[in-house]
């Protein structure tokens, strides 16, 4: 998604593809308050863009049009709150702050997404569909997609692609693994990090039904991210786990 820019020192370049050797300076506190107050202003924001359009009623039934809006506004805020963060209480180098680095090996992680949305998220739901058959069914685990899907026609299908497939799984990793996970792990680099995180990343979703497979997927890119010190796999994975999903219902 993101390269190192050309012009840098070959120092910096090195350093940028292993972000991991040079653990992101944020401070936790920092990081933490990015993350909540541009989560806060972001829902204030939104809530705001919803009511000028004269969507205050059910989520679901919002124009995919109006949905972009919202969800541009709730991005920029994200993306403007680490920016900020990176400049006070980093180096003022997002790229290398939050490990913002795609390399080739990194498509791999396309696969793995869609292994995840096939097989992973099945064997998670598949003990929760026999003990809770009326809770967790699969029209349920899918009624999010196709309400989305059963929205778009048109151009509007193209931009619901662009939404799900290219703008959340690149935000949503840059906000959830880049800011809060990467500088939580700078201190604590333990695997309980990587759970907090997926937990987190999960429950803010709001929509219970999914937290199962939400947190299992969580797990996946956390720990991919983890282990290679960068976005760029679990952004990938990301990527390949939402178009999946998406596609499974068009």
Do not use: C
Not at 85 to 106: K, N
Not at 185 to 196: K, P
């Amino acid at each position: 998604m993101i390269n190192h820019p050309t012009g840098r020192s070959t120092h910096r370049v090195r350093s940028a593809i292993r972000p991991s050797a040079s653990p992101s300076p944020i401070d936790v506190r920092t990081a933490i308050l990015t993350f909540v107050g541009a989560w806060v202003v972001a829902q204030l924001l939104t809530s705001i863009v919803l009511t000028i359009f004269g969507e205050t009623g059910d989520p679901s039934s919002i124009p995919i049009g109006v949905l972009a809006v919202a969800l541009a506004v709730t991005w920029s805020v994200y993306v403007a709150s680490m920016w900020f963060a990176s400049d006070r209480s980093g180096t003022a180098d997002p790229i290398a702050d939050f490990g913002i680095v795609v390399v080739p090996l990194d498509l791999l992680g396309l696969g793995i997404g869609v292994l995840a949305q096939l097989v992973v998220v099945r064997l998670v739901y598949l003990p929760l569909e026999n003990w809770w058959p009326d809770t967790f069914t699969n029209d349920d685990l899918q009624r999010n997609a196709e309400d989305l899907v059963d929205r778009a026609g048109g151009i509007t299908t193209l931009l619901l692609v662009a939404i799900v497939v290219i703008g959340a799984p690149v935000v949503e990793e840059l906000f959830y693994r880049g800011l809060l996970q990467r500088s939580l792990l700078a201190r604590i680099n333990d695997s309980v990090v990587v759970v907090g995180v997926a937990a987190v990343f999960a429950l803010i979703h709001f929509r219970p039904v999914e937290y199962p497979g939400l947190f299992a997927f969580g797990l996946i890119v956390g720990a991919a991210a983890k282990l290679t010190g960068r976005l760029g796999p679990s952004i990938m994975i990301h990527v390949g786990f939402n178009a999946t999903g998406l596609f499974l219902v068009l």
